[in-house]
């Protein structure tokens, strides 16, 4: 099995992006699943033909993308991508898309199709905090996980894909108060632990999950 995962470079006047600081640490294989760790760029759709030319590249059966969520305090399983394009901040490119749709021609949301519920099972039995999210934001997170789920279903549909949030690290949030984080190394263990879950589980699993909110 091949797992394409990425991470985004730094944005938002930080100087380190804990998403591809954890992505880079991945080791090239886990067992027999080999690892193609690629840094792409936080601007709309330039992130998104970056992805497309990496799946033409290196034909994966998987896409992991993993970015910065801080002030989230869990590993964040993203379920579901909507169609929809506004940046409270530019891109850093200076895009600032208002009320856009990723693709006018895509449904309104896609959903993940990696087994995140065993994901999250095999977190939680690692004692890793993690919880499904039913909200990528806006920005561009949520544009590579609706964008690279619009490529899935109208050009790959032999590819599985999906986003994982990650937490500020420590140094990030020196002279931030109350700001949550998690180091690099637990990070890069999470991500260890659902990339194998995408081996272990060909279909999800029942776990409870959801929100009260």
Known sequence: MKVLVTGFDPFGGESINPAFEA??????????IEIIKKEIP???????????GLINTFSPDIIICVGQAG??????IEKVGINLNEARIPDNEGNQPQN??????????????LPLKGMIKDLHASKVPASI???????????VLYGVSYLVDKKYSHIKSGFIHVPFLPE???GKSNMPSMTVETITKALEICIKACEK???DIEYISGTTH
């Open 23 to 32: 992505v880079k640490a991945l080791p090239d294989t886990l067992g027999t």
């Open 201 to 203: 589980y060909e279909t």
């Open 133 to 143: 999210s039913y909200t990528a934001g806006t920005y561009v997170c949520n544009h």
């Open 71 to 76: 002030g989230r305090s869990d590993i964040s």
């Open 42 to 52: 936080t601007v709309f759709y330039k992130s998104l033909d970056c992805i497309d």
């Open 100 to 113: 856009k749709p990723v693709y006018s021609d895509g449904e309104t949301a896609y959903f993940s199709n």
């Open 172 to 174: 990030q949030v020196v």
